[in-house]
């Protein structure tokens, strides 16, 4: 069936460096898509989103990136901290713009920052 | 404000029992799902509720697990002759019904032996 997927299950980097998390989703109607972060112990905690009809989409240090022609997102994280170490979930949401639907989640990239 | 918050934090049961967990969503908030995290998996959805009733059970394994929300605010998920395989994270978020943000809980970690 389809899913959402990441390339990278794990990824470790020095503090201040740039840290890049790959997902690749393979349902062309996703509607919405969510990069999750996830602390051992702890539920998921939402960190940026981005919809459809965009491309790229800025926070704070974060940055994610959607290519929907090869159905492909990305999470940017700017001068890594080591509180940035966790597991990052990206997760696609199929349902109507503006309503609350169940989100489909990919398997995780365990981030490491050392430092 | 509070965040959402489920109990018990971590249940340890024998295969064949029966148990409840216990979600408490943020005040206000309409939608209210289920999800289920093994092991090094990302979270899998059970069932979404929008107010009291549940508007999608698609993602309930079995009819040994049932859902309730009877008065649209805390939800019980209720498994009944509990197996090995049952042993997961069960996580609950909950959110408005305007935005798709969902806010989760810390999960409860059940332990089937």
């Known amino acids: 069936g389809e899913s959402v997927g990441l390339h990278l299950p794990t990824l470790s980097v020095q503090e201040g460096d740039n840290s890049i998390i790959n997902c690749a989703y393979s349902n062309s109607a996703s509607d919405y898509f969510i990069w999750y972060k996830q602390e051992s112990g702890k539920g998921p905690q939402f960190i940026i989103d981005?919809?459809?009809?965009?491309d790229k989409r800025q926070g704070q240090r974060v940055t994610v990136l959607l290519n929907k022609t090869v159905k492909h997102l990305s999470l940017q994280i700017a001068a890594t901290q080591p509180g940035d170490s966790a597991v990052y979930f990206c997760?696609?949401?199929?349902?109507?713009?503006?309503?609350?639907?169940?989100?489909?989640f990919g398997k995780g990239t365990l981030l490491t920052v050392n430092p | 404000g509070a965040g959402v918050s489920q109990t018990p934090s971590n249940k340890v049961t024998e295969k064949g029992k029966y148990v409840e967990l216990r979600c408490d969503p943020i005040s206000g908030h309409t939608a209210l799902y289920w999800y289920r995290q093994s092991l090094g998996q990302g979270p899998e959805f059970l069932i979404y509720?929008?107010?009291?009733?549940?508007?999608?059970d698609s993602g309930l394994p079995n009819d040994r697990f049932f859902a309730v929300r009877p008065e649209g605010s805390v939800s019980t998920l209720k498994i009944q002759r509990t197996e090995r395989g049952d042993s997961a994270v069960y996580l609950c978020?909950?959110?408005?019904?305007?935005?798709?943000?969902?806010?989760f809980g810390p999960g409860t970690r059940l332990t089937v032996l």
């Open positions: 509720f929008q107010g009291t009733g549940a508007a999608d």
């Open positions: 997760a696609e949401n199929l349902g109507v713009v503006g309503s609350n639907y169940k989100l489909t």
């Open positions: 981005i919809r459809s009809n965009m």
């Open positions: 978020a909950s959110g408005t019904s305007s935005y798709n943000e969902q806010f």
